[in-house]
């Protein structure tokens, strides 16, 4: 069983604070690796995503990934209350034709004004 | 707009009536999976599709079937609900192939087995 794991928080922040989001995946064969945001009640939207070693940024998040310590984290920088959500880790290993998309449980996220 | 749809978006059952969850996206997209979400143990995938007549196995399968007859449908189905399959339930779609993968979810169905 493919496992992700993920702090389940919650997790508070003031507001204009970096927020760190970590992950940590059982399989290393895993290729890609994403982080969705869902906020209550909705479904999860994609924030990033990475499948190579090191640091991508994408405004104020960065996703940041280590295959060999099998890691992954996503960092928010100046949060802001309309970040407070639940942020979902995702690990995809692609064999052959088979294909699976492993979530962790999400780490709930809330910015303090 | 691009999109999926799932219906219906609530849903109270009594066990044992089989009932059915549809699920359609209209961008043209090869893979579409069914995922449950329960309280602390985030997203689990039931069943996804590679294609039209392909059908696998997620972490979750048991009490559910799937088909994918056309390209854009992809429907869930209780034969037989009990109420452990009270959840959330997702329907998600993506592009095959390549590592970059996004999947669209949709709105998600919240189902009550009584």
């Known amino acids: 069983q493919k496992e992700v794991e993920q702090n389940s928080g919650p997790l508070s922040v003031p507001e204009g604070?970096?927020?760190?989001?970590?992950?940590?995946?059982?399989?290393?064969?895993?290729?890609?690796?994403f982080w969705y945001r869902q906020y209550s009640g909705k479904s999860p939207e994609l924030i990033m995503f990475i499948y190579s070693n090191g640091d991508k940024e994408d405004g104020r998040f960065t996703a940041q990934l280590n295959k060999a310590s099998q890691y992954v984290s996503l960092l928010i920088r100046?949060?802001?209350?309309?970040?407070?959500?639940?942020?979902?880790c995702a690990v995809n290993t692609v064999s052959g034709s088979a294909r699976q998309l492993t979530f962790g449980s999400g780490t709930q996220l809330t910015v303090l004004p | 707009e691009a999109q999926v749809t799932q219906n219906p978006r609530y849903l109270i059952t009594v066990t044992g009536?089989?009932?059915?969850?549809?699920?359609?996206?209209?961008?043209?997209?090869?893979?579409?999976?069914?995922?449950?979400?329960?309280?602390?143990?985030?997203?689990?995938?039931?069943?996804?599709?590679?294609?039209?007549?392909?059908?696998?196995?997620?972490?979750?399968p048991e009490g559910y079937k799937v088909s994918?007859?056309?390209?854009?449908?992809?429907?869930?189905?209780?034969?037989?609900?009990?109420?452990?399959?009270?959840?959330?339930?997702?329907?998600?779609?993506?592009?095959?192939?390549?590592?970059d993968e996004k999947l669209f979810f949709g709105s998600g169905t919240q189902l009550s087995v009584l």
């Not at chain 1, 604070?17 to 690796?33: E, K, P, V």
């Open chain 1, 78 to 88: 100046d949060s802001q209350p309309s970040d407070s959500a639940t942020y979902l």
């Open chain 2, 68 to 99: 994918r007859k056309e390209k854009r449908n992809f429907p869930l189905i209780l034969e037989s609900p009990s109420p452990n399959q009270t959840s959330l339930y997702f329907c998600a779609s993506s592009n095959t192939g390549g590592r």
């Open chain 2, 17 to 60: 009536k089989k009932l059915t969850v549809t699920c359609s996206q209209n961008m043209n997209h090869e893979y579409m999976s069914w995922y449950r979400q329960d309280p602390g143990l985030g997203l689990r995938q039931i069943y996804y599709s590679m294609n039209v007549e392909v059908t696998d196995k997620g972490d979750v």
């Open chain 1, 17 to 33: 604070a970096i927020a760190s989001l970590n992950c940590t995946y059982s399989d290393r064969g895993s290729q890609s690796f």
